[in-house]
């Protein structure tokens, strides 16, 4: 199951279970879900690549290596944001 699928069923269920019950999770019930949207090993491929945060620094290094740049910018809150 991809991520973003993963992300998605886990909001859903915690969504559910914060509205259907009165009392909190369990600490078994929270692994039991923890265990089913944790991404594989090898599957969240975003972790191997070594993002800047600093633009200036990016532009620079960029340049001195001829290579292009991928700008990944949001607005608004990232809960909402898609």
């Known amino acids: 199951m991809r991520t973003t699928a993963r992300g998605a069923l886990a909001a859903v269920l915690l969504g559910a279970t914060l509205t259907a019950a009165a009392a909190p999770p369990t600490p078994a019930g929270f692994e039991k ?16 690549i070594p993002w800047m945060t600093g633009l200036w620094e990016a532009r620079q290094k960029a340049a001195a290596e001829g290579k292009p740049i991928l700008l990944w910018e949001m607005d608004g809150h990232p809960l909402t944001c898609t």
């Open 33 to 48: 879900l923890r265990a089913a949207v944790k991404p594989a090993p090898g599957e969240d491929r975003w972790d191997r």
